[in-house]
């Protein structure tokens, strides 16, 4: 047993004493030097060591490129000058408004004036691309806490516009809304240079101009007039639209005079004359209250002159209840 204690304990102190030199090896004796290699861990072979350290130096050398790619120095980083872009901006908002007063010389919307009074039909919006998506938004009652949901993208081969959703008449339960359910889709006003607001002329024309294809819903066309009063931005031109459901398109054609004057979504019981050469946006909404997915695909949304239409206005008025139209 004492022996066995005194060898545990020389070896104890063996790992606790520092490495022995080559040089020592003579005077500790072979077994000593064999006892202490076999301390030692083990080398990889030269082949494996080299490999090793190729790969080690790999990686060294790929998390350096990272760093490298992640970290730039103060020379590289983007100089922020907010008076090159004010200065940039003003330029081109000058620029534009050069080609506008350019094309207000050479007639409306830069086209000859015989050219305009001769057009029998336009198109204003057609859906061709992502950037005439761009012109318009999109909105639910989500704003003010409801479910129903809404999205617009492009139709089959970039023909048309595709407007679907989920319609959810569930009211939110918030204390002060008492009805939810609706999805809209609204085009964008058209701004100029400086961002001025360009309303639309339609003076010559007395009929909207629809290509649609739904899913047999209701809609509302609504038409909103250029007007810098807050009180009336809430106020509204609408008439209905009946889709048919299918798989074929439809035309729909609704004169202006058929649009009734609303505010907040209630008919007034005043009922004025749209002014069409103050158009501001024009916009699709859908609260029929029937719960349920829901689609809409336009095609183009146009105006045209149809010469077999003669009513300036298909709503009476009376001088009790409008005495100024009657003065």
């Known amino acids: 047993m004492a022996l066995v204690h005194k060898l545990l304990h020389g070896t104890y102190i063996l ?71 004010i200065r940039d901006e003003v330029i081109d908002h000058f620029w534009r408004l050069k080609d506008e007063i350019v094309a207000h010389w050479i007639g409306p919307e830069g086209r000859p004036l015989h050219e305009v009074l001769l057009e029998q039909a336009k198109v204003v919006w057609q859906f061709r691309g992502k950037e005439d998506l761009d012109k318009w938004k999109v909105t639910s009652d989500k704003t003010i806490g409801g479910r129903s949901e809404v999205f617009l993208k492009m139709g089959k081969n970039n023909q048309s516009a595709l407007l679907y959703g989920t319609l959810s008449s569930e009211v939110p339960q918030d204390g002060e809304s008492r009805q939810s359910g609706y999805c809209a889709m609204i085009s964008r006003i058209r701004r100029g240079a400086f961002e001025r607001k360009m309303p639309y002329d339609w003076t010559q024309f007395n009929t909207l101009y629809l290509r649609v294809r739904g899913d047999g819903r209701p809609w509302m066309v609504n038409i909103m007039e250029d007007t810098d009063f807050v009180q009336r931005k809430n106020q509204l031109y609408s008439y209905f639209m009946f889709t048919r459901g299918g798989p074929y398109w439809q035309e729909v054609k609704i004169p202006f005079s058929k649009f009734f004057f609303s505010n907040r979504g209630r008919i007034l019981d005043v009922q004025n004359q749209i002014v069409v050469d103050k158009i501001a946006s024009i916009g699709f909404t859908l609260a029929d209250k029937v719960d349920g997915p829901f689609f809409l695909e336009i095609d183009f949304i146009g105006v045209f002159t149809d010469p077999a239409h003669t009513e300036e206005f298909a709503y009476e008025n009376s001088p009790e209840l409008s005495p100024r139209l009657f003065q």
């Open 15 to 85: 790992r606790k004493c520092s490495k022995p030199t080559a040089a020592l090896y003579p005077f500790l004796g072979i077994r000593f030097a064999d006892y202490s290699s076999s301390l030692q861990k083990p080398v990889a072979s030269p082949g494996k060591a080299s490999s090793q350290r190729k790969t080690d130096g790999g990686l060294q050398g790929d998390h350096q490129k990272e760093v490298a790619l992640d970290i730039t120095s103060a020379e590289d980083k983007p100089e922020v000058s907010f008076d090159k872009a």
